[in-house]
């Protein structure tokens, strides 16, 4: 047994060294600049399983978020449901408020929601609104997790966090007001950041209490074009018409 593996070291030794050789051989013949040039591909490999590891993060701190709520949460069962050691985390988020900060930005409902609304057509504001505000409804409805996420940012940071969602999503949406208020003449002149805000306002309102009463007896007395009838308010409020 004992010659056996004698001769298999000296096997492995030979080919080591003829290796080795072969690879002197090829650097002792490369360019001078190949030897201490950068190499993209290897940065770009690390980077990868750089940002895969915080998806995971953010992924895993996600799915607990909604399951238990943030303060609940601990950085420990993170590290676990990405499959990290405690330690490991902190090479990439510093804090708990940090990786909640990353998924307001990266993973936010609206970055889902917002092409649907900006895709909407309609060549009158009539049908502008209508199309858009159902395709916000509808949006929401798809994303019930969009109203935990919501209530965690609200009850527990006291929406500081919402504005890096805004500041995204506003200079998309407020160009399509501003074209509507310019080019139709029978809207009032009510400036394009409050008429977003009043839409936005109206038609989240109009799911959020939905929710509220999807149970109750108010439920109940609705109509069936509760929409339609909600877009008409919007619209042309709820007073009428005077000669």
Do not use: C
């Not at 360019?31 to 980077?47: A, G, N, T």
């Not at 007896?217 to 308010?233: C, G, L, Q």
């Amino acid at each position: 047994m004992a010659k056996g593996t004698s001769k298999q070291e000296r096997i492995r030794k030979a080919l080591e060294e003829a290796f080795f050789g072969l690879f002197m051989e090829q650097i002792e013949e490369a360019p001078f600049d190949l030897l201490f040039m950068e190499w993209p591909m290897v940065e770009k490999v690390s980077s990868t399983k750089k940002e895969r590891t915080k998806q995971a993060i953010e992924q895993a701190a996600y799915d607990l978020f909604m399951m238990q709520g943030f303060t609940a949460t601990s950085m420990r069962q993170i590290a676990e449901g990405a499959g990290l050691a405690l330690g490991g985390i902190y090479n990439h988020y510093e804090s708990k408020e940090e990786i909640f900060r990353a998924i307001i930005k990266d993973r936010h409902p609206f970055k889902q929601i917002l092409p649907l609304v900006l895709s909407a057509k309609g060549d009158t504001p009539e049908e502008f609104i209508r199309n858009a505000a159902q395709a916000l409804v509808e949006g929401l409805g798809s994303r019930s997790d969009f109203l935990k996420l919501m209530f965690i940012e609200i009850v527990e940071f006291d929406s500081q966090h919402i504005s890096l969602i805004v500041k995204e999503i506003a200079p998309q949406l407020l160009p399509v007001f501003e074209r509507m208020v310019k080019n139709h003449k029978s809207l009032r002149p009510i400036h394009p950041a409050l008429l977003l805000r009043s839409f936005l306002g109206m038609f989240f309102s109009f799911y959020v209490t939905g929710m509220f009463i999807r149970s109750s007896m108010i439920a109940k007395f609705m109509p069936r074009d509760s929409f339609d009838m909600f877009v008409d308010i919007y619209l042309h409020g709820i007073l009428k018409e005077t000669q």
